[in-house]
């Protein structure tokens, strides 16, 4: 039996491909991904590719014929949260229309397991610090409506269509495979960690602080950085927990403490043992001055435990792969 990661060419998803072949080196593992944002490159060696957008129902029934399929983990979407507030439709209609079309090709082909990759962003600007799964999700930009969505469209269809689902909330991701072959590319790039490796790599003069006046530390925004590996694991954890029976559910990831930006700044500075200048600028639309989670649920549950979660070590390996690959793959 075959595992299907849809946008398996991306950043989490390609470094979830790796992490299955590393633990389970006899698994199959194919990856779908219509290579809009992902890299071909970025596709581990031993995984089966299919070029195929998810809006294609044809394409995926195809696959699903051609392929054991026994469970999906579904990272294909728009993921840019400022992008998302110019372009809200662009967003419904690869967010939960691509998803609503894999979820009906699954249905028909009779694929049961889906473990699908949510957002902090669902829970908008949090009531309490550290965030748990069942405080109020009110998302304040389009991306994290559209993912809201789908858990929703999860939780209805879960009972009509005998699925099982796991969502998993995601804090921020950062950092790169530990080996340096796969790391993190976008372009445009607009996250902080790879934004402040630019610097020292010398693709930029310096980085502008979007906001000095948030009720914080320092005055600017926390969050709170988990690494991409122990992303994937969790991945490769909730779909073991769902072919095991387990329930469907929603699971917040991160390390449970948050670091300024200018903290983040700080840590890259000495990572790199080069000067990073600051500008400040004005805040960011639909920025929450803290997002830090309580990942006490996927610990208990899942029996997650994150390897990597200094901010040192996540940019560290982050440092590693972008000095080595300065123009991405
Ligand atoms: N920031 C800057 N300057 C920059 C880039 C970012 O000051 O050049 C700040 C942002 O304003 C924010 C922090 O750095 O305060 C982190 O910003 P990122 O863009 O790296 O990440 P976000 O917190 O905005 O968003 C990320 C993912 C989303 C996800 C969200 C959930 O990109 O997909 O985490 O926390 F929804």
Redesign the pocket.
Known sequence: MAILVVGGAGYIGSHTVYALLEQDPNCTVIVADNLSTGHRRAVHPKAKFYELDIHNRAALDELFAQEQVEGVIHFAAS???GESMEKPLEYYANNLGGTTTLLQAMAAADVRHIVFSS???VYGEPQNIPIREDDPTIPT?C??ET?LAVERMLAWAKGAHDLNYVALR?????GAHISGEIGEVHNPE????P??LQVPNGKRPG?????EDYPTKDG??V??YIHVTDLADAHILALKYLRNGGTSDVFNLGNGVGFT?KE?IEVAKDVTAHEIPVTT?P??AG??AQ?VASSEKARTVLGWKPCYDSLTTIVETAWQWHRTHPDGF
């Open positions: 993921s840019q949260v957002t902090a962003a930009n991306y994290g993912k995601y804090f921020n991701a950062a607009t996250h902080l960690v934004v402040v980085v502008s602080v979007f906001g600017t925004c969050r709170d930006v983040v600028a805040r960011r920025d929450p997002l």
